[in-house]
């Protein structure tokens, strides 16, 4: 897999689970869920993990992040 798309793939992952428990994603945030995909098994084929293995936590951050400004963006002008 290319480098770009295990980014995007896990700063899906990221943004998804902040989103899910209204966290704001940081650059504590990042690392930390790179930590926890990182244990999974070296067979196991969710892809995540993999591509966890090969990203950069700041990269992840700045795709991560700027999806959730924008996905905030657009609820704040949903609710004017
Ligand atoms: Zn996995």
């Known amino acids: 897999m290319r480098l770009i ?3 995007e793939l896990v700063a899906g992952d990221v943004f998804q689970r902040a989103d899910q428990a209204g ?15 990182a244990t999974h098994p070296r067979r196991c084929c969710c892809g995540l993990c993999a591509a966890a293995r090969a990203v ?3 990269h992840v951050y700045r795709v991560a992040a700027a999806g959730q400004w924008q996905i905030y963006a657009t609820r704040a ?4």
């Not at 940081?26 to 690392?31: C, F, I, N």
């Not at 002008?77 to 004017?80: E, H, I, N, T, V």
């Open 77 to 80: 002008r949903a609710l004017r």
């Open 5 to 7: 798309a295990c980014t």
């Open 56 to 58: 950069r936590p700041a």
């Open 23 to 37: 966290d704001v994603i940081t650059m504590t945030l990042v690392p930390r869920r790179i930590a926890e995909l």
